[in-house]
């Protein structure tokens, strides 16, 4: 048989499947005329646990696409994060 490991591959499917399920939905922020950038990093920092440098360069991506994906995760872990932005006045939906 030699030195190589047995795998079993319907384990390493349902571990790819469990990885996919993770980073299924996306938290996505959306630009407005309203919000200051210092607010929108703020948000993303206390909210989204962002690095300042992290919250900055979405805020500059919102700022100039119109809309930034700020987090990847399951829609269960995703939901209190978009309502803390939203009651912040900040839009922002799940995908």
């Not at 005329?33 to 919250?55: G, M, S, W, Y």
């Not at 990847?72 to 994060?81: I, N, R, T």
Request: hydrophobic share 35%.
């Amino acid at each position: 048989m030699g030195n190589k490991p047995f795998t079993n591959p319907s384990v390493e499917e349902d571990i790819l499947l469990d990885e996919l399920e993770l980073r299924e939905h996306e938290l996505v922020v959306f630009n407005d005329d309203v919000n200051t950038f210092d607010h929108v990093i703020r948000t993303l920092i206390e909210i989204c646990k962002h690095t300042p440098e992290q919250a900055e360069q979405c805020t500059w991506i919102i700022h100039y696409k119109g809309k930034c994906t700020v987090k990847f995760g399951s829609f269960d872990e995703l939901v209190p994060m978009r309502q803390g932005i939203c009651d912040r006045g900040i839009s922002a939906e799940i995908f």
